[in-house]
């Protein structure tokens, strides 16, 4: 035997009437007897509520029979069931809204609410859920009579969601031209009487129907035919598309799995780069393999989806876009070094020479540095110009020039001997 849920103490909430007086007579309510009292479960919290029944003071009167009871009560949950209707629609946001399945939404309700509910029990809220909706549900006439008088008539949708393994497929009936749900329901078998009869409240509604877009199975067809004698019915263009596209499709996914097998040797190179048991390399040339690296992994991880959704040609586009960045990369040599790169300007003895180059090292990460110093100047608003390079092709100096001049052909920060 299933064992009893122990909640532990709770509070206790008693919920009396909202009328005070009887509406017949005018005499003040008595308390009764409780109608029903059980723990109630919500999203906010546990509590042990109970609706109290009242009753007219008036024997002589003859309502003095009729129970009054509080109708917030009564609106907080579902008969027979200890959980609120707030966790039901909680429960049908997920399961519609997000598209959660059953093992998905226990653990939800699990992890961030104080609920105590089965996985079993989350279908059976779902089948409430789906009953309160249908129960809600406005006149066919009024939800569509904003479209009747803009088009004349309205247009049906047809279509069924896949299912999950084991449980009914869900099939729903909408208006094209506004999105109105007119129709849902869980169908064990999509044969042409069951969809014949989620159809017939929108027939028995006398709602204009103007047309009918649906995929084609047959089934539907011999619906739509019963129903809808003459109406125009249209094999929806998704459907059409998507099966017109197989053919691209399948040579995209292989070009797709063509492009992954290129860079199979991603793998090895992070590993030769990381180097296992040793810290993470901080080296600008290891720092923009890793990058690539990354960059490569994030692009093969492209989907794509139906109909004209080709993931295969976004990666091979994305992948020349990055082929051509390295390649502007490499093409630039990085930028001569900088203050304090610590190379000396060793001068051969000679009385004329031409001075070496000595901060022409190549550094990741920075712009060439003759065009680059003219764009700082532009976004520093500095009007100061640099020193001069070692190794100018322009500029000679002799080892007999005094060293103010040799300090000044040589950039600043270089040292020199």
Known sequence: ??????????????????????????????????????????????????????????????????VYRSARAEARQVKGSSYGLDVVAYIGHLRFGEHRTRAEIW????????????????????????????????????????????????????????????????????????????????????????????????????????????????SIRLAVTELFPGVPH??????????????????????????????RGLRDVEQRTRRAGEPEPTDPASTVVLDTVLALRQTVRERGTLPFGFAGVRVLAALDELGATLDRCLAKRGIPGWRGCGRSCSVPNSAVTRAPRICDRRTAGWWSLRGGWKRWCLMTGSRAQPAPRCGSRSKRISMNSSPWVRRAACRRGCSRS
């Open 107 to 218: 653990q939800r309700l699990r992890q961030e609410t104080p609920i105590q509910i089965s996985e079993r029990h989350v279908q059976n809220l779902l089948e409430v859920y789906l009953a309160v909706l249908r129960a809600s549900q406005q006149d066919l006439r009024a939800v569509t009579a904003a479209t009747v008088a803009a088009h004349g008539g309205i247009i049906l949708s047809l279509d069924g969601l896949q299912p999950e393994q084991g449980n009914e497929q869900l099939w729903v009936v909408r208006e094209v031209l506004s999105g109105a749900v007119l129709g849902a329901a869980h169908l064990q078998q999509a044969t042409a009487p069951m969809l014949a009869a989620l159809l017939r409240p929108i027939v028995a509604a006398q709602v204009p129907v103007l047309g009918v877009v649906s995929d084609a199975q047959e």
């Open 1 to 66: 035997m299933k064992p009893a849920r122990q909640f532990g103490p709770l509070p206790h909430v008693r919920a009396r009437p909202e009328l005070r007086a009887c509406p017949h007579c005018g005499a003040t309510l008595v308390l009764s007897h409780p109608v029903w009292a059980k723990v109630l479960q919500t999203l906010t919290g546990l509590e042990h509520l109970t609706n109290l029944g009242f009753r007219c003071s008036d024997p002589a009167w003859g309502f003095s029979r009729t």
């Open 234 to 263: 249209q094999l929806c263009q998704y459907h059409a598309l998507r099966e017109a596209a197989e053919p691209l499709w399948e040579a995209d996914r292989h070009l797709l799995v063509e492009a992954k097998k290129e860079l």
